[in-house]
């Protein structure tokens, strides 16, 4: 089976459970953010597998606003899973969703001045590259140094969750590699792997609310 087509499947499943969990376990608040998070990396997800499985190259372009979306749903599921793991009732929410705006402001600006460029890849059917990507990717890396540094710190308070502040550092970690990765290499979506390694620590986090 196609590497690529497996782990799409696998990023399927954890947008499956990770619906699931926000719909039927989450409180109101985080709610609204983690399910928006996540139908938005769905429609990555959905775009991502229209561009494995097309054969005709005609309108691809109507998919640029779709196929990006990570570039705010990883730091989305950062905030979130720092936010759950830490277990500190003084962080505010109108907090995470000032930084959530000012992400969904951001990408809608980087998605109307980039234009896109369309190639083909010999393991993913069609890609995309944003003319701004360079620039995404160095914002990307900064972020989730921020995030492996705040695991870090996280790991050693005393109320936080201990293996969600790992896979904090894990994902942070894996996200990083995979941009670098993709400068070197981008015939391959590396940053794949970031997606399902952030959607498993957010899923993690949002199961814990089944208590």
């Known amino acids: 089976m196609n590497v ?3 782990l ?13 969990s926000t719909l039927f376990y989450s409180p109101r608040k985080i709610k609204i953010i983690s399910i928006l998070a996540l139908v938005l990396m769905t ?5 991502l597998m229209i561009l494995f499985i097309i054969k005709n190259q005609n309108y691809l372009y109507l998919l640029k606003p779709l196929v990006f979306t990570n570039l705010i749903c990883i730091p989305v599921c950062g905030i979130l899973s ?10 505010k929410l109108k907090r995470l969703f000032l930084w959530c705006i000012i992400l969904f402001v951001a990408y809608f600006i980087v998605i109307y001045k980039s234009t896109v460029n369309i190639n083909i890849s010999n393991y993913c059917g069609y890609t995309m590259k944003l003319q701004l990507e360079s620039y995404c990717y160095i914002i990307l890396l ?34 990083l590699l995979s941009v670098i990765l993709t400068s070197i290499n981008s015939d391959f979506p590396w940053l794949l792997l970031g997606d399902i390694s952030w959607l498993a620590t957010m899923d993690y986090g949002l199961s814990k609310f089944k208590r």
């Not at 429609?43 to 775009?47: K, L, V």
């Not at 921020?146 to 996200?175: M, N």
């Open 82 to 91: 720092v936010f759950i793991f830490s277990r500190n009732n003084k962080i």
């Open 4 to 6: 690529y087509f497996l």
């Open 43 to 47: 429609f990555r997800w959905i775009a």
């Open 142 to 175: 900064i972020i989730n140094l921020i995030f492996a540094i705040k695991g870090i710190k996280l790991y050693s308070v005393i109320y936080s969750s201990k293996p969600g502040a790992v896979l904090i550092i894990i994902s942070a970690s894996i996200t």
């Open 8 to 20: 799409l499947l696998v990023m399927a499943l954890l947008l499956y459970k990770g619906i699931i």
